[in-house]
């Protein structure tokens, strides 16, 4: 994961906000407390060698949830952003994609050199990640493409 940066107050952020509110109410409550906005986000650039810009909307803070990747959205705004191909193996996490708005493609495949497995994604579709499975994710349309994210974090 190369050039992840995080984002301050300021144009991109609010644009990227503002893109995204048009789809999904960016509040939550966690257990206990009170509703409120996002807890942060990221920008990642060539986000595991893909292409673009992908940006990572962290709905809990790290102490609200196992491991603050749970309940993320992803977003790539412009058409032809993606991650790359990566594996969550070292980790041990498995991830659950929910196609909240747009449409792309989801590829996987087994191990650094196996067959690509492609499925052209639009709303409500879901993927499910193994943890030692490859994939990625590219944005086909020309709206952006915002998926909600649930990792699970298997020590």
Do not use: W
């Amino acid at each position: 994961m190369s050039g992840t940066v995080l984002l301050s107050e300021g144009e991109e952020f609010d644009h990227v906000i503002q893109e995204v509110s048009k789809y999904i109410n960016l509040y939550v409550m966690a257990f206990g407390k009170e509703e409120r906005a996002i807890a942060r986000l990221e920008k990642r650039e060539n986000m595991y060698g893909g292409n673009g810009t992908v940006y990572m909307i962290q709905m809990f803070d790290q102490e609200e949830l196992a491991n603050n990747r749970l309940a993320a959205y992803m977003v790539l705004l412009n058409k032809g952003d993606e991650s790359g191909f990566h594996t969550h193996n070292l980790r041990n996490e498995e991830e659950l994609y929910v196609v909240v708005h747009g449409t792309g493609e989801y590829r996987e495949r087994t191990g650094t050199e196996g067959t690509i497995r492609k499925k052209t994604l639009q709303k409500g579709d879901i993927t499910a990640i193994s943890s030692i499975g490859y994939h990625s994710v590219e944005n086909t349309g020309e709206a952006p493409l915002i998926m909600f994210v649930i990792t699970t974090n298997n020590p």
